[in-house]
């Protein structure tokens, strides 16, 4: 099924938002980006995880955390004390191994991190 296209023929499509708080309280808004509409990621079609933060009035213009995810489909945030954090699992392109990553995006109140990924090996 292809997905729906705009009005000036672009394919793009963002899912997977998801609504948190940052550690001071901050209404934060994050996402996944996909140019070729496509809803998983692939290294033909990478996705973006984008974020915008809420001022009480508007939405921040919205920036890119990461780039080229592949095996990209979903996200999730959790929060640590003045630290969020978030979390995607990445889908292996070698699905006999069984291995998984999860992939970790924190915030400190000013910028995000560098990715920090964690692999379990079956």
């Known amino acids: 099924m292809e997905p729906d296209q ?4 672009r394919r793009s499509i963002d899912s ?6 940052d550690g001071q309280g901050h209404l934060l808004l994050t996402w996944l980006s996909n140019a070729d509409g496509e809803f998983l990621s692939t ?3 990478p996705s973006t995880l984008k974020h915008s933060f809420w001022n009480g009035v508007a939405w921040a213009t919205p920036a ?5 995810l592949v095996g ?9 004390g003045t630290r969020l954090s ?16 999860l992939d970790v995006y924190k915030w400190d109140g000013a910028t ?7 692999r379990r090996v079956v």
């Open 72 to 80: 990209v489909s979903s996200h999730a945030a959790a929060q640590l």
């Open 6 to 9: 705009t009005i000036d023929g």
């Open 86 to 101: 978030l979390y995607f699992h990445v889908i292996l392109t070698l699905p006999a191994t069984g291995d998984s990553v």
């Open 43 to 45: 290294s033909v079609s």
């Open 16 to 21: 997977d938002l998801r609504l948190s708080f």
């Open 64 to 68: 890119a955390i990461a780039n080229n």
């Open 112 to 118: 995000w991190s560098a990715i920090i990924s964690l």
